[in-house]
């Protein structure tokens, strides 16, 4: 059971426009978010992470927003580069027990020159 | 300033093979865990450890076993390697209650 859901496996931008990723979830107990980016042949690295106590956090190019009520967030990057390219991937944890995180199937996002 | 290292990267079993993958971290993390990626999935729990000496079973644990004799490193093993257990292993650590975890670059297994 999917615990938390991307239901876009792939998603096509401009470069220099906004890329949305978006990421659903389940499980009321979560309460911590973060967005993983993965290359090929490498393993996720950390990007953007939000904590429940908030809407909004914002790092560089990168957003993250969460609609709690709605048990929603998404990633947005602006503006969009090329080496953006890569898939992505939502997780949330209850940060109880060992911090386990609960994935996202991911969407690879191609950010066109 | 290696973070987590696994190896090998590639591996070919044949069924009914058993295998350790290795892996280890220097940043003094307390949490290790490893993940299994499947094409068009994301990455399921398969153990993890909060501390040397103490394991537990995440999501899909069947198959495997995993030991944690020491802080830095966290070795999973494949009992009689089965067409299932083809997949992308993952490893990674964290900090208790960090904000993330620190991946390694993953070990593509095979099992023929």
């Known amino acids: ?113 | 300033n290696a973070g987590v290292t696994q190896t090998p990267k590639f591996r070919i079993l044949k069924i009914g093979q058993s295998m350790t993958l290795q892996c280890a971290q220097d940043m003094n993390h307390n949490y290790m865990y490893w993940y299994r990626q499947d094409p068009g999935m994301g990455l399921k729990l398969i153990y993890y450890s909060v501390g040397a000496g103490i394991t537990d079973k995440g999501e899909v644990p069947n198959g495997y076993n995993v030991s944690r004799s020491t802080t830095e490193d966290f070795p999973l093993r494949l009992e009689l390697a089965a067409p299932s257990q083809t997949s992308v292993y993952f490893c990674a650590s964290s900090y208790e209650f960090s904000y993330g975890y620190t991946f390694g670059s993953g070990t593509r297994l095979t099992v023929v």
């Open chain 1, 1 to 113: 059971d999917q615990q938390v859901k991307q239901n876009s496996p792939s998603l096509s931008v401009q470069e220099g426009r906004i890329s949305i990723l978006n990421c659903d979830y389940t499980n009321s107990m979560f309460d911590y978010f973060l967005w993983y980016k993965k290359y090929p042949a490498e393993g996720p690295t950390f990007l953007i992470s939000i904590s429940s106590i908030k809407d909004k956090n914002e790092d560089g190019r990168f957003t993250v927003f969460l609609n709690k009520s709605a048990k929603h967030l998404s990633l947005h990057i602006v503006p969009s580069q090329p080496g953006d390219s890569a898939v992505y991937f939502c997780a949330a944890n209850d940060q109880t027990g060992a911090n386990n995180l609960f994935f996202g199937t991911g969407t690879r996002l191609t950010v066109i020159p």
